[in-house]
T-cell receptor, first 116, second 107 residues
């Protein structure tokens, strides 16, 4: 399968613990995005990378959240000192952006986080 | 990014065409319109996008009004597997999703 993959698919953690999620984008895609989705809502943008550079971060991305894409391939999203309000589906997407091109994003299956 | 407005839910009989509307009256001149759908507990699936002209692919057709303030996604022969939440969105480098339209296809 050459789509976007995310690990783990499910994560249950206790409040106050740190968690890290991984996203592997479609090969050759230069942009990688993180979204968060809660029940009944559409995905909310968190941040995106073009290659290794983190180009934009949403105001939703508090100081407890950090994302990296060290070699321009896979990315990790870490949440420190988790809170119950962090419980959500965390989605990763990737796209191939070229000059004059469009930005259709391809999503992974998501990581469902439950903070108890 | 433009704000989009969609009806919260729609019903469609299996085998009939499903026409899903979207208003995006604040869209900028060179922002594309994108449609995605999300089946329960899965990641959103890209369907189609367009700028000014109508577009068709193997999944659906997209009709964009001349003033670009609204569009319609058409699933020509809806099946039970098309039951999903459909999102209309637009933007440049990032996308803003609303709550979408829950399409229920019934036998």
């Amino acid at each position: 399968d050459t789509g976007v993959s995310q690990n783990p698919r499910h994560k249950i953690t206790k409040r106050g613990q740190n968690v890290t999620f991984r996203c592997d984008p479609i090969s050759e895609h230069n942009r990688l995005y993180w979204y968060r989705q809660t029940l009944g809502q559409g995905p909310e943008f968190l941040t995106y990378f073009q290659n290794e550079a983190q180009l934009e971060k949403s105001r939703l991305l508090s100081d407890r959240f950090s994302a990296e894409r060290p070699k321009g391939s896979f990315s990790t999203l870490e949440i420190q000192r988790t809170e119950q309000g962090d419980s959500a589906m965390y989605l990763c997407a990737s796209s191939l952006v070229q000059t004059g091109g469009t930005y259709e994003q391809y999503f992974g299956p998501g990581t469902r986080l439950t903070v108890t | 990014d433009a704000k989009t407005t969609q009806p919260p839910s729609m019903d469609c009989a299996e085998g009939r065409a499903a026409n899903l509307p979207c208003n995006h009256s604040t869209i900028s001149g060179n922002e594309y319109v994108y449609w995605y759908r999300q089946i329960h507990s899965q990641g959103p699936q890209y369907i189609i996008h367009g700028l000014k002209n109508n577009e068709t692919n193997e999944m659906a057709s997209l009709i964009i009004t001349e003033d670009r303030k609204s569009s319609t996604l058409i699933l020509p022969h809806a099946t039970l597997r098309d039951t999903a939440v459909y999102y209309c969105t637009s933007g440049y480098s990032t996308l803003t999703f609303g709550k979408g339209t829950m399409l229920l296809v019934s036998p």
